[in-house]
């Protein structure tokens, strides 16, 4: 195994669309996979893409988290779950997410990709993922939450797109240890839209 470089934002292989893999049983994915496993670990990820190893293949790993977040102010994709099952690592090949809600939900997101920042991303609430494991087994969870949010934003690098793409309000993008500093409470831009709205209307 081997820890493998870490492509940044910027980078080409981040912004083109990944290939799929004709078959996951090849050795040589196996060994992509095992040198992927490690570099995650290596980073203290919770989720690795293929593209973001430059290897521009349909392949991402993730931890799934133990427990679901209870505070999405407190939810950081990526980089920075507080509670990973090790048990739980997923492997999954030529994935597909559909959604099973209309609803969306936002939170905290970083990426191993775009280091040293996070920002607040809206992502579907309950999804259902399918793929391919390392047998060629066919896969297909339904999950939601946190768990739904982490497969979002690894599926996402396979078709060229970073979270930052994803947000709607980049007033919410920035570095971490600032916001360590200045701790952020957020609300969706409609809730915000209708404060000042009620505001204008007691002020006229």
Not at 9 to 26: C, I
Not at 101 to 107: H, S
Not at 177 to 198: C, G, I, K, N, V
Request: hydrophobic share 40%.
């Amino acid at each position: 195994m081997a820890i493998l470089k870490i492509a940044k934002m910027g980078n080409p292989v981040l912004r083109a669309p990944a290939r799929e893999v004709p078959d996951p049983t090849q050795p040589q994915i196996r060994a992509l996979v095992s040198d992927m496993v490690e570099t995650m670990v290596d980073a203290g990820g919770v989720g690795l893409a293929a593209p973001q190893v430059h290897v521009p293949l349909r392949i991402v790993i993730f931890h799934p988290p133990a427990e679901p977040a209870e505070d999405a102010e407190e939810e950081a994709a990526e980089e920075a779950a507080p509670e990973v099952d090790p048990g739980q690592l997923t492997i999954l090949i030529n994935p597909r997410i559909e959604p099973l809600t209309e609803d969306t939900g936002l939170g905290w997101e970083g990426c191993l990709s775009v280091p040293g920042m996070r920002g607040i991303v809206p992502r579907f609430t309950r999804i259902r993922y399918s793929g391919l494991d390392l047998n060629g087994h066919p896969l297909s969870v339904e999950a939601e939450g946190f768990h739904a949010r982490v497969v979002q934003h690894e599926c996402d690098h396979l078709d060229g797109i970073l979270y930052p793409q994803r947000m709607t309000d980049l007033r919410f993008l920035g570095f971490t240890d600032e916001f360590d500093r200045h701790p952020l409470s957020f609300a969706p831009a409609e809730e915000e839209e209708e404060a000042e709205a009620e505001s204008e209307a007691e002020e006229a």
